[in-house]
């Protein structure tokens, strides 16, 4: 009940907003006749002024009788709009007022006529769950209803380059990967060769493959390649390719220096690390808390040499390699879980040194170490 008695006021101020000019008396329009006589009186006083000029000598007669000709038609405009009021344009006082009243009144009834039989003011309020069902389901059809508008759209405008680029990632959103593919193809007809396009378009064909990166899609990913060596996607699919074809020293090999290559802070860089510990690479050490967690259940000699052996590995690599901020904070971190704090803040120590000259690395290393509560 709330909600509607504000809905009410709310209506009610806007209408007032907008129907309080109707009741309001014609000052407005005195306003404009006091104007338009000041118009008038200034023209008359231009005219006069010319004469004045005129008989000093200060200016020529054709040019006194040329502003003479302008002046006096500017007051001839002038008097006859202060003469002949716009009758038409000012209705009765009366009259406004009653129409003011008429809609303040009218118009709540209306509405309501028209709710009662078109909504639902019985309607129960659904739960969150079904809301948040409802609200995905709505979501997914907007997507589908936006694909068909931008599809039809390209059927009438097939060169459109900008249309294509837009449509293709979402068609392999929804898992159109056939439908994307010639999309991400006309993509490049229409937009021009890039690595990213050719990335896409070989990522589309891997997944219209079911994930495995055909022969086609490798060629797109090498003329990725080779328009940008750098381009991450190009160089993943293609190590990628190199492990389904086991050639996993290949793909380890592109992986390691893919990860040289990117930021600390690029999102995909746990794929990439997840892929070349799969393969062996040893680039990076998968010490996660579960594995070391199982250790514990373990006999004492077995997890020392299990979990030690691969602290000192990660260690020894990371005194080679300092800039890998994520491998420091897995070395404290298994520190930390085997109850090694001291070792865990030497190794932070070490880990602030390394990384001293890289800001940003710096920053990643702060935030990481407070997560695991080593503030200082």
Do not use: C
Not at 159 to 164: A, E, I, N, S
Not at 232 to 246: H, I, R, S, T, V
């Amino acid at each position: 009940m709330t909600l509607w008695f504000v809905f009410a006021l709310m209506t009610v101020a806007a209408i007032f907003a907008v129907l309080w000019p109707l009741g309001r008396s014609g000052r407005a329009q005195d306003q404009g006749s006091q104007n338009q006589a000041g118009e008038v009186a200034v023209y008359k006083d231009q005219l006069a002024e010319i004469e004045r000029d005129l008989a000093a000598g200060l200016i020529a007669a054709p040019e006194a009788e040329a502003a003479r000709v302008e002046i006096s038609r500017r007051l001839l405009a002038a008097a006859g709009s202060e003469s002949s009021p716009d009758l038409k344009s000012a209705p009765s006082l009366k009259w406004r007022r009653a129409a003011a009243v008429l809609a303040l009144i009218g118009l709540p009834l209306v509405a309501i006529g028209v709710y009662m039989p078109l909504g639902s003011p019985r309607l129960q309020d659904f739960p969150l769950a079904q809301r948040e069902r409802g609200a995905g389901s709505g979501m997914a059809r907007s997507l589908e209803n936006l694909v068909v508008q931008v599809e039809q759209h390209l059927e009438k405008n097939p060169t459109d380059g900008r249309g294509w680029n837009v449509l293709a990632p979402v068609l392999q959103r929804l898992g159109r990967f056939d439908d994307a593919v010639r999309a991400y193809r006309n993509s490049l007809t229409y937009n021009g060769e890039s690595a990213e396009r050719r990335s896409d378009l070989g990522e589309a064909i891997s997944a219209a493959a079911g994930g495995v990166v055909t022969a086609e899609a490798k060629t797109e990913f090498e003329r990725a390649h080779a328009l940008d060596a750098d381009d991450p996607k190009a160089n993943y699919f293609l190590g990628l390719a190199a492990e389904q074809d086991g050639r996993k020293d290949d793909a380890a090999n592109i992986w390691r220096a893919l990860l040289a290559k990117a930021p600390a802070d690029a999102p995909w860089r746990p794929l990439v690390q997840s892929s070349l510990a799969r393969v062996g690479g040893g680039g990076t050490m998968p010490l996660s808390d579960e594995t070391i967690a199982a250790s514990k259940d373990m006999a004492e000699g077995d997890r020392n040499a299990m979990v030690r052996g691969m602290v000192e590995r990660l260690a020894t690599r990371l005194k080679q390699n300092g800039d890998d901020v994520e491998g420091w904070l897995r070395l404290v971190r298994a520190y930390l879980v085997m109850g090694d704090r001291d070792k865990a803040m030497g190794a932070s120590t070490d880990a602030r040194q390394a990384v001293a000259k890289d800001a940003e690395r710096l920053r990643q290393l702060n935030e990481g170490l407070k997560t695991l509560g080593l503030d200082g």
